[in-house]
């Protein structure tokens, strides 16, 4: 297995040093002596898309426009073939606006919304299962030498959960090669950024796989499917509802993803076998990272 030192090959990869993510806080530890720790720093913004307000969302504040694009395309309230004229950030005011050559109709869709299991209070709008009706995912095959690669390069791979912890982590990955990773106070935010960066590049999900940090949810299931990523896998857990849509959906769902084993409760038909997990490194409990934390 190759190792990697550094992300200088990523498209996107956490910044763990940038400004405002973090503050310093003083404390007291289990000794009684006064510590400095770094904590995640949360603040809202609020989507609009057009002239009609969405939602405030709980962010870490990094990458709001793709944010603000992922969860409307997610939401099913950014259609194919609608054309973006624009996605204007304001900073002072913590406000995304999208418009779109459409027109804005959503005065039901919002007034019928369903929290989810998601940290930092996801919502979903609508039915959640809204656009899988007809939904086929691509037949694409999974090597099991990638899941291994992409376990030991992302879970050693600077990021703010190393620095701060209390967050969570979602890699768009490609074959063995981590693309798109995005952090956040919630799993379903770092989606929709991912989500987002995939709208505005053009970016297929039909080749690809998502990793991420956190449980596998009905909603982490949805997002990927609508996405069209029909590969999911986690350090973390499954949901029973995750699972029985992923299996409807024909999604892979790969949980417990740590140092040589896996497992696999939908879309084992992807897999191939290429990999012998005896070969594998088991995980050093320095380096990994606790899901769904």
């Excluded at 969302?57 to 992922?70: F, R, S």
């Excluded at 019928?112 to 979903?124: F, H, I, P």
């Excluded at 030498?145 to 992302?154: D, K």
């Excluded at 417990?256 to 879309?267: A, D, E, V």
Aim: proline share 3%; with cysteine.
């Amino acid at each position: 297995m190759q190792s990697h030192d550094d992300s200088t090959d990523y498209i996107i990869a956490p910044d763990p040093g940038a400004a405002r993510l973090t503050r310093a806080v003083n404390g007291i530890d289990q000794a009684g002596q006064v510590v400095q720790i770094n904590v995640v720093e949360e603040r809202p913004l609020t989507i609009y898309l057009n002239g009609q307000e969405i939602v405030t969302a709980m962010t870490i504040g990094d990458y709001p426009e793709y944010l603000a694009l992922g969860f409307l395309k997610n939401q099913g309230m950014l259609r194919d073939g609608e054309t973006i004229k624009g996605v204007d950030y304001d900073d002072d005011l913590e406000v995304v606006v999208v418009r779109t050559d459409g027109q804005t109709t959503y005065e039901e869709k919002l007034k019928k919304k369903t929290r989810t299991s998601g940290c930092a209070v996801g919502t979903v709008f609508g039915d959640m299962m809204e656009g899988l009706e007809g939904l086929t995912l691509p037949a694409t095959s999974v090597k099991t030498s990638w899941l291994y690669a992409l376990a030991h390069r992302i879970n050693t791979t600077p990021s703010l959960y190393l620095e701060a912890g209390a967050i969570h982590g979602s890699v768009l990955c490609h074959g063995d090669r981590p693309l798109v990773y995005m952090e956040d106070v919630g799993r379903h935010n770092a989606v929709d950024k991912i989500a987002g960066w995939m709208v505005s590049e053009g970016v297929s999900g039909a080749d690809k796989i998502m990793y991420t940090t956190g449980r596998l949810t009905s909603e982490m299931v949805i997002k990927c499917a609508l996405m069209g990523v029909p590969v999911l896998v986690s350090r973390s857990g499954f949901t029973a509802w995750g699972v029985e849509i992923a299996q409807q959906v024909g999604l892979t769902c790969i949980g417990r993803m740590r140092g040589r084993r896996f497992t696999c409760l939908s879309g084992a038909d992807r897999l191939e076998w290429d990999a012998d997990p005896g070969s594998v490194p088991e995980e050093s409990k320095r380096s990994g990272r606790k899901g769904g934390v």
